[in-house]
């Protein structure tokens, strides 16, 4: 083929082609894909119908409508303190879009972009896209969290790369681990003094249990780039909506990708938003309490079946370390699960090779599924270890 390399070079996420792989055989339960099982709130819903009878159908300015700015602004302000006036909010497509439109905002050909790993499937292609060079930290080392030291020492491994950024992200998805404020100060001293900027995705910033999330804006204003956005904390995916915020004149230049990649998000999109984000401040927290129960019953459930895995802070996800008498990758004993046991979870392979040596299961299902889902695997494993 004669199209461009570095798409040849990537692939589907591994998310995705395990899912695929796997079938869609009814009796199996997924525990796949990290998509919220609850409803966008009926307000929520609402508010997008009437959009449509007033013929809010129509192209937004570019940036997103001054309403969802607004909302933004203010939302992100009474929840983590953020100071971004409104005109510092750009509406994208999702936080997909908004990695994509700030990693080919800031990077030049060749510039290193630091990411903890394992991490989410879809930040090194986007980089490869940008045509940055990926370095990646491994932080198995250290219960999946970054260190002021592994940082340091990564970025000295690299004396010829101009390194411009580093994703940070927590919640982490998928290791359901966050960063205390204390920790995250820590990062950013080491992170300032190499003068990086930090693309921050705190996609699953409302699904922090048991301490109140830091953005990392707060500690670090004037390099860093935030990214959020509604499709977990209000259960709406298939909406995409998400934000870039970022100080002038960065944002100014992200809104030139953003023009030029998609314009601007749904119209009918954005009438959803501002109603989330004005009325429906309580809905997150709502949300939260459900998962929380749920990480409840899935950590007891590992405990008792004598699983090895990482209690989560924070998302809803849960990483589960293969019993040391399985022979094989996490592909194959992700396989076997589904095949034999009937519940599918990601092979950890999928978000880099640190995460070889673990599964991830979602709890965003409800209790009656993950309490059928962890019966299974408890019989399974039972068996296996009989034989
Ligand atoms: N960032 C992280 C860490 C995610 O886990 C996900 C989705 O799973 C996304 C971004 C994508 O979010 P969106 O659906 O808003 O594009």
Redesign the pocket.
């Known amino acids: 083929m004669d199209t461009n390399r570095i798409i040849q070079a990537i692939q589907v996420s591994g998310i995705r082609r395990f899912d695929e792989a796997i079938g869609s055989s009814a009796d199996t339960i997924k525990l796949t894909v990290?998509k919220p099982d609850l409803a966008t709130p009926e307000h929520v819903k609402d508010a997008a119908v009437r959009a449509i009878r007033d013929d809010w159908t129509h192209y937004s300015p570019l940036m997103g409508f001054a309403e969802l700015q607004h909302a933004a602004s203010q939302y992100f302000h009474t929840r983590y303190g953020l100071t971004y006036a409104a005109n510092d909010v750009l509406a994208t497509v999702?936080?997909?879009e908004a990695?994509a439109t700030s990693l080919l905002t800031l990077l030049n050909p060749g510039d290193g972009v630091l990411l903890p790993t394992p991490a989410?499937a879809?930040y090194a292609p986007l980089v490869a896209m940008a045509q940055g060079k990926l370095i990646t930290v491994d932080t198995t080392a250290n219960g999946f969290k970054l260190t002021a030291d592994s940082l340091e020492r990564a970025l000295n491994s690299q004396p010829t790369t101009p390194i411009k950024a580093i994703i940070l992200?927590y919640p982490t998805?998928p290791t359901g681990i966050t960063y205390t404020r204390t920790e995250l100060l820590a990062l950013r001293a080491v992170i300032a003094a190499h003068d990086l900027y930090v693309i921050s995705?705190e996609?699953?910033s409302e699904l922090t249990y048991d301490q109140p999330h830091t953005a990392f804006a707060t500690l670090y204003p004037e390099k860093t780039v935030t990214i959020n956005?509604l499709?977990k904390s209000h259960a709406m995916?298939g909406w995409r909506l998400?934000f870039i915020m970022a100080p002038q004149p960065l944002i100014a230049e992200m809104k030139k990708t953003h023009q030029y990649l998609v314009t601007s998000t749904s119209s009918i999109t954005q009438a959803a938003g501002i109603e989330a984000l004005t009325n429906g401040i309580d809905d997150g927290q709502r949300m939260r309490a459900k998962y929380q129960q749920r990480r409840e019953l899935v950590a007891n459930r590992l405990g008792a079946i004598g699983l090895n895995y990482v209690y989560p802070a924070g998302a809803f996800y849960v990483f589960v370390q293969l019993p040391s008498w399985f022979n094989g990758t996490s592909w194959q004993f992700a396989t076997q699960l589904a095949h034999q046991a009937h519940v599918a979870v990601i092979p950890g392979s999928a978000f880099g090779t640190a995460g070889e040596g673990w599964v991830r299961l979602s709890y965003a299902a409800s209790s009656t599924k993950l309490t059928t889902a962890l019966d299974r695997i408890a019989t399974w494993i039972n068996q296996m270890e009989e034989n």
Do not use: F, L, R, W
Request: without cysteine; glycine residues 24%.
């Open positions: 990290g999702g936080a997909t990695v989410y879809s992200n998805n995705d996609i699953y956005g499709s995916t998400g």
